[in-house]
């Protein structure tokens, strides 16, 4: 049972391998196409007791919409968010699994296993064609078996995963079946998606024979979404008829040698035009069609996209590939978002601060560690505010130039998150208490809060309904907080005004309302970043008052 392509796409075969191409023209944040009957959709072995094991969901109370999970009552390992999810997880596979999970706990006493063996002992385990086709069917799946072989290391961990699947699933061992099973794992390896969850960060792996077609590129016109057992394939810019569909299997925006290492196990060399010309993000924002879908954003001036404020004399690219690898020397495995983390990386990006390089990593996730971290904290929580602000207008328009994607919505709601605590603390007069900073104190009193999250919560509406799926907690949760803000009586006429803007913003009486109530102070937030991030992690000693 060889795939199908979705409606609107063909399978193809060029100078990639097999590939999938457009039949019609895409418009950029358009729907592609929805995959909902994946060969493997798991989570990742850690997040097995708290993740449904069928449906995915989270079952975590920072959810938007949390849900409760049960164990399976047989193996007390796979946990479910109902009977349905329960039930159907049996009747595709998990009767066999549970065996399994109770000889392992009997054995070993573990409840969960690595997701590889995991997903492995799901193929060798199942007998229907459904699951077994992709991998030995007429027209399986890539493997790359040649190259894995070639890499001493990853073909030796193979086996010892290929052993633990075969061992716990009760398949007989050869060596004819530990050669199949590891040829599996290459498949799962070079077609599973880490199925990355927006809201949660939990990630697992979903694997769907239509969806494995999609090549790869560092600039793709495609990307993914997850949404519990179904990935969505959404154009990121215009797609034209007969054009090659691509998505990055990796985070695009790292430089060349990061990107290369990422690809390493996917065992082809990059001839993308991010690659072939080694661009960097500002170069490759410059060029990107969709510029103009920014007007409708926290970055409406297109020209500091177009000619963005850099000095690149002073640095190249092989210094920042330097840059980038002595900051994930030291932040690997698990990305340390202490201060004294954060002094030492900041330490290390000083020539791209120099050159104003602010969207070029690995300045960007240094600031978003320290602004996560400061979220949390009842001392630091209202410095966070610029450096979202800051994130949202100097580094994530440039990283991801579509506004409707989920890293930008999510940036500007956290702000909005941030502005609705600083509005509670400016009304109770709390906020110079918490704050020493005289220039943040004085911007949050002149300004309008409550019209400010308006404004920013119509953004995160309207983007999510151009580029995510319509359940997507984000925008659901902003059109909650937008209806009650727009409820609170003496505030029809603002509440009228963001509106206006929100209908028509290019109407020039809109315009210079949204740049005097919401950009100027947005703005004038993220220009204290520069010196608050400075303060803190060149001298250390907290935050000096400024005007
Ligand atoms: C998920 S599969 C994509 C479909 C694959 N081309 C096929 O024929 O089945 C991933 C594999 O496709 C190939 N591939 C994907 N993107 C590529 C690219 N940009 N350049 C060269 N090969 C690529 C590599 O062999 C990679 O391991």
Redesign the pocket.
């Known amino acids: 049972m060889a795939p199908t392509a979705p409606s609107g796409t063909a399978f193809s075969t060029g100078?990639?391998?097999?590939?999938l191409i457009a039949t019609r023209d895409f418009t950029p944040g358009s729907l592609i196409a929805t995959f909902s009957s994946p060969v493997l959709a798991l989570p990742d072995g850690p997040s097995m007791k708290t993740t449904c094991n069928w449906c995915l969901r989270v079952g975590s109370d920072e959810n938007f919409d949390p849900v409760s999970l049960k164990a399976c009552t047989g193996c007390k390992a796979a946990v479910y968010c109902g009977a349905n999810c329960q039930r159907a997880h049996w009747k595709s596979g998990h009767k066999t699994e549970c065996k399994m999970f109770a000889r392992i706990r009997e054995t070993t006493g573990k409840e969960w296993l690595p997701t590889p063996v995991r997903a492995l002992a799901q193929v060798l385990m199942a007998n229907d064609k459904a699951t077994r086709d992709p991998f030995d069917g007429e027209d399986p799946?890539?493997g790359?078996v040649d190259e894995f072989k070639a890499d001493e290391q990853v073909w030796s961990d193979f086996e010892l995963q290929a052993m633990a699947a075969m061992t716990y699933s009760g398949v007989y061992m050869n060596e004819e079946g530990l050669a199949v099973a590891r040829k599996y794992l290459c498949q799962i390896q070079?077609?599973a998606f880490n199925r990355l969850d927006a809201d949660t960060g939990m990630s697992g792996i979903f694997l769907d024979s239509a969806l494995?077609?999609?090549?790869?590129?560092c600039v793709p016109n495609a990307f993914i979404g997850f949404d519990k057992r179904t990935a969505t394939l959404r154009a990121e810019r215009s797609i034209k008829e007969g054009e090659e569909i691509?998505i990055s299997y990796i985070e695009n925006d790292k430089p060349k040698s990061v990107r290369r290492e990422g690809l390493r196990l996917?065992?082809?060399?990059?001839?993308?035009p991010r690659c072939v010309g080694d661009l960097d993000v500002y170069q490759v924002a410059q060029a990107s069609p969709v510029i103009s879908l920014n007007s409708f954003s926290l970055q409406p001036n297109l020209s500091r996209i177009q000619e963005p404020a850099i000095d690149r004399s002073g640095i190249s690219m092989k210094e920042i590939e330097n840059i980038c690898k002595a900051v994930y020397e030291q932040t690997k495995p698990d990305q340390d978002n202490s201060i004294e983390a954060a002094q030492a990386r900041w330490k290390l990006c000083k020539p791209l601060v120099k050159a104003k390089m602010w969207a070029v990593e690995p300045l960007p996730t240094t600031i978003l560690l320290l602004a996560t971290n400061w979220q949390g904290s009842y001392k630091w929580v209202v410095y966070a505010l610029p450096l979202v602000c800051f994130l949202a207008t100097h580094c994530d328009p440039y990283k991801l130039v579509a506004p409707f994607m989920s890293w930008r919505i999510k940036g500007v709601m956290i702000i909005t998150k941030l502005l609705a605590l600083t509005g509670e603390l400016t009304s109770s007069g709390e906020l110079a208490q918490r704050c020493t900073h005289e220039g943040i104190v004085g911007v949050l009193a002149m300004a309008d809060q409550i019209t400010m999250c308006q404004a920013l919560l119509h953004i995160v509406v309207y983007q999510g309904s151009v580029g995510a799926a319509e359940d997507w907690a984000v925008p659901k949760e902003a059109k909650m907080m937008l209806k009650d803000l727009e409820s609170l009586p003496g505030r029809e006429n603002e509440a009228n005004l963001v509106k206006a803007w929100a209908k028509d913003p290019e109407n020039p009486e809109a315009k210079a309302f949204y740049e005097n109530e919401v950009l100027k102070p947005v703005n004038t937030l993220a220009s204290f970043a520069p010196e608050i991030l400075e303060d803190v992690l060149v001298h250390g000693q907290g935050l000096v008052v400024r005007r």
């Open positions: 100078p990639h391998g097999r590939s799946l890539e790359n070079t077609n494995a077609r999609v090549n790869h590129s691509t996917y065992h082809f060399e990059c001839d993308c």
